[in-house]
């Protein structure tokens, strides 16, 4: 069972577009973490995100955890091909670290 | 500093073989855990274990063991393989237990079932 829904599950877009990624669950969460990967590569953690209605940015990402602990978005501004990339979050329910189902995002320049 | 290795880096078998993956963790940590990604998706969690002890099971089938050896690395060992067994495996270090700890992937383990 999924507990992670991510979406959309497919993103093209073109450079300088803004994106918003949403990661949903039924489930509270007591922390959530956003990982992108690249291709033939492994996941790299991008934050996590702690306290409900927490907002964190990176540059021109910025992450949300909803109040209830039970969703997260990311947001970027101004995408760049350097952005191309699978996006995960993932949350620890149970003493495992679970995945969303992955946005795949691809920056056209 | 190293980051997370694993071993080998590609690998291809066939049905009903069995297999061995290695993964080296970061210096100084002590929990690893094993991930099955399937192209296109999230990682799904197989085994997580800290100090030398299984602390956490995916729904994964018997087939699918690992240990962690008194230096920290470990082995995921999967036996009777079947096609459906090709994936990327992950393997990820990290301090302490999962919870809210940030965890370090290697690349990863292409392995693919003839």
């Known amino acids: 069972t999924q507990l992670l829904e991510q979406s959309p599950q497919f993103l093209s877009i073109q450079e300088g577009e803004n994106l918003t990624v949403y990661c949903n669950s039924s489930?509270?969460?007591?922390?959530l973490q956003w990982y992108r990967q690249e291709p033939g590569e492994g996941p790299v953690l991008l934050v996590t995100?702690?306290?409900?209605?927490e907002v964190k940015k990176l540059k021109r990402l910025t992450f949300q955890f909803g109040d209830a602990r039970k969703d997260s978005s990311l947001h970027i501004t101004a995408a760049q091909p350097g952005d191309t990339g699978l996006y995960l979050c993932?949350?620890?329910?149970?003493?495992?670290?679970?995945f969303g189902t992955g946005t795949l995002l691809a920056v056209q320049p | 500093d190293a980051g997370v290795t694993q071993s080998p880096t590609h690998l291809i078998k066939t049905r009903g073989q069995h297999v061995t993956l290695r993964c080296s963790p970061i210096?100084?940590?002590?929990?690893v855990s094993w991930y099955q990604q399937v192209l296109g998706q999230g990682p799904q969690f197989i085994f997580q274990y800290y100090e030398k002890e299984e602390r956490g099971r995916g729904n994964f089938p018997d087939r699918f063991s690992a240990r962690q050896f008194p230096n920290y690395s470990s082995e995921l060992n999967v036996n009777a393989l079947l096609l459906g067994d090709s994936a990327l495996y992950l393997c990820a270090s990290s301090l302490a237990g999962v919870g809210n700890q940030p965890q370090h992937f290697g690349d990863g383990t292409r392995l693919s079932i003839l």
């Open positions: 993932a949350g620890d329910p149970t003493n495992k670290l679970i």
């Open positions: 210096s100084g940590h002590k929990s």
């Open positions: 489930s509270v969460f007591s922390s």
């Open positions: 995100v702690v306290t409900g209605g």
